[in-house]
């Protein structure tokens, strides 16, 4: 197992935002995180790659525990935190430099060109990147998210705030680096779940209602729609 | 580690924070040691730094907060303190990567006034006739104090989003090290233990470096300073999440 969550929790004083969950995602699928806003999905993907602690609870990623030995665990993760924050006032290139510097990535430049051309940034690779439009952003963070090859990719809201030209280019990305990877992505949109996730998990106040895959739950619900599935769980 | 300094440090001369604060530290200090009469050496008559190692402090107090004041308040404001701290490094790593990127710049402003040194050395009389040793002393603990001064910064900066409430606590913090303790030890209340109080505040330490002689009682203070705060920023930083 890539990722293995047991009874993950993080509590703000009396609210619990994520509640003891636990889930498993494996190599060459990819998880759809879906819920409403504020149910946890932030938070989770915050844990996990290791910007917040848990308050409880163990996970671990690439068979390192996130918790003990986080810096190996980050070594194996990709992450896309939800806006895509970037550095406005570097260029392109010096960014995804500096990104790969933290990584020790011997053959730097090499792997450079390679993720530009992968995330198609060729046109727009010696601009800065608050020059950048939104799709371009969506791309850098994607590049600095894949450049150190990690096993897990962790994705939040990858891609919110595209145009539908923008959204096909990028769901096609992340289904390309779904097939050799484990990929988990969070989002609002159903249409974009059933095109591109193999699994789905829905979380509701921070516990999951739903841990199954795409035909499996739709097997269950007999075949519902996806948003009535999503409605019914979360409402 | 290495990585992070680099990106700091470009982004300071990339930006014109460094130009403009250096800019501005070497326009004042120019202004006061050869051209305003009241502070000036060519009216003062004597060939000496002096006034220059006084003065320099109190630019110190508001040129360094304003370095410093971006360090994490900006990360955290952006989002992008979230890409730093899911990279594989340590925090203690990112503190001293950001705090010695600033020091740097302290050091890249200090660098320009040895001219003023060899101005006044060659305006001697007879010419280089000039306390050398006291002039170094007073070059390393400017540094020293600069060093504290950016440890606070780098403090403040971590304990807000805001930039600008970042830059009132270093330059408040900067300004009570250096001459809270001396005027807190006059308080009367205070008269019996008026001398270790005196003692920890900066200004004391540096007059004593400031003569020329290099005491490791001065040195050891500098450097917990600079160590107790960057261990204060380390605990914020890891407290927060």
């Known amino acids: 197992m890539s990722i293995s969550v047991k009874n993950l929790s993080k509590h703000y004083d009396k609210q619990k935002a994520v509640d003891a969950i636990s889930f498993e ?3 060459g699928r990819i998880l759809g995180f879906l819920g409403p806003n504020g149910a946890g999905k932030s938070t989770t993907m915050r844990m996990l790659t290791g ?7 163990e996970a671990e990623i690439a068979s390192k525990s996130i918790l003990s030995d986080a810096i190996e665990a980050k070594k194996h993760i990709g992450y896309l935190p939800e806006n895509t924050p970037l550095y406005a006032d570097m260029y392109v290139k010096e960014f995804l430099s500096f990104v790969g510097q933290t990584y020790q990535i011997v053959n730097l430049p090499a792997r450079i060109d390679e993720v530009v051309k992968m995330v198609g940034l060729t046109p727009e690779q010696h601009k800065k990147i608050g020059m950048l439009s939104k799709g371009y952003r969506q791309r850098v963070g994607l590049a600095q998210a894949i450049i150190h090859n990690p096993e ?3 994705l939040d809201e990858p891609t919110a705030g595209l145009d539908p030209n923008q959204l096909v280019d990028i769901r096609q990305l992340i289904k390309t680096l779904g097939v050799a990877k484990t990929v988990v992505i969070s989002t609002h949109i159903m249409q974009e779940v059933e095109a591109i996730c193999d699994d789905i998990i829905i979380i509701n106040r921070g516990k999951i209602v739903a841990n199954d895959s795409l035909e499996g739950l739709k097997k269950v619900y007999q075949h519902q729609s996806l948003e009535d599935i999503f409605r019914k769980l979360t409402a | 580690m290495y990585a992070v300094f680099k990106r700091e440090l470009l982004s300071f001369l990339s930006s014109m924070v460094a130009y403009i ?5 070497l326009l004042v200090s120019g202004l006061l040691l050869w051209f305003f009469p009241d502070t000036s050496i060519l009216d003062y008559g004597y060939a000496e730094l002096d006034g220059f190692f006084s003065l320099v402090p109190y630019l110190f107090m508001f040129l360094i907060p304003a370095i410093t004041m971006r360090a994490f308040a900006e990360e955290r404001r952006e989002g992008t303190f979230e890409l730093l701290i899911t990279r594989p490094i340590q925090i203690w790593q990112i503190v001293m990567a950001k705090y ?12 320009p006034t040895i001219i003023y040194y060899y101005s006044i050395s060659k305006l001697g009389f007879p010419e280089g006739n000039i306390d050398s040793g006291s002039v170094i002393g007073s070059y390393i603990g400017l540094f020293l104090l600069g060093a504290a001064f950016t440890s606070m910064g780098i403090f403040s900066s971590a304990l807000t989003k805001n930039q600008i409430i970042a830059f009132v606590i270093s330059a408040a913090l900067c300004a009570f090290a250096f001459l809270g303790f001396d005027y807190s030890s006059q308080i009367a209340a205070l008269q019996s233990i008026e001398n270790p109080i005196h003692n920890l505040g900066i200004n004391q330490h540096y ?7 290099l005491d490791t009682r001065d040195l050891i203070y500098f450097m917990s300073f600079s160590v107790l705060f960057l261990l204060l920023t380390n605990l914020i930083i890891g407290g927060k999440r």
């Open chain 1, 25 to 27: 995602a494996k190599p």
């Open chain 2, 100 to 111: 010695l990127a600033s020091l740097v710049l302290v050091l890249f402003a200090l660098i």
């Open chain 2, 21 to 25: 604060t250096i800019g501005i530290f």
């Open chain 2, 207 to 213: 007059i004593s470096i400031s003569r020329g002689v």
């Open chain 1, 152 to 154: 897990v990719l962790i």
């Open chain 1, 51 to 57: 910007y917040l602690i848990p308050t409880s609870g």
